[in-house]
């Protein structure tokens, strides 16, 4: 079969970073950003964040190929405003988003478990 392994999916190939950055030249205040080893859940929970922001105008994501493991987010902001921070505080917003949804879980499991659960 010609599909790649499996592992390629996930793991960052040595000497490729993460994020990279490339800054439009025919737009001001746009660029994309291709995120290596993500795929469509990242893509749009990003897109959703970035809409948040209301310096934001457009935000939005493609797959190039469904063979290749990575996404870019094209993103254009206001003039108060650049793409490389939008980003960043997209990014730190989800951070805190998936920080406190976690503590939500973990604060239900331990209310579950000492009401529900008895010792035998």
Do not use: W
């Amino acid at each position: 079969m010609n599909a790649p392994d499996r592992y390629e999916r996930f793991v960052v190939p040595e000497g490729t970073k993460k994020v990279s950055f490339e800054k439009d030249t025919k737009i001001m205040n746009a660029a994309s950003f291709t995120i290596e080893r993500e795929d469509h859940t990242i893509g749009n929970i990003l897109r959703m964040q970035l809409h948040r922001d209301p310096n934001v105008h457009f935000a939005g994501y493609k797959l190039p190929h469904p063979l290749q493991y990575k996404i870019i987010v094209r993103i254009h902001t206001a003039s108060q405003s650049s793409p490389t921070q939008a980003y960043t505080q997209a990014i730190n917003d989800l951070d805190k988003e998936l920080e406190n949804l976690k503590q939500a879980f973990e604060d239900m499991s331990v209310l579950y478990f000492s009401c529900c659960c008895t010792e035998i």
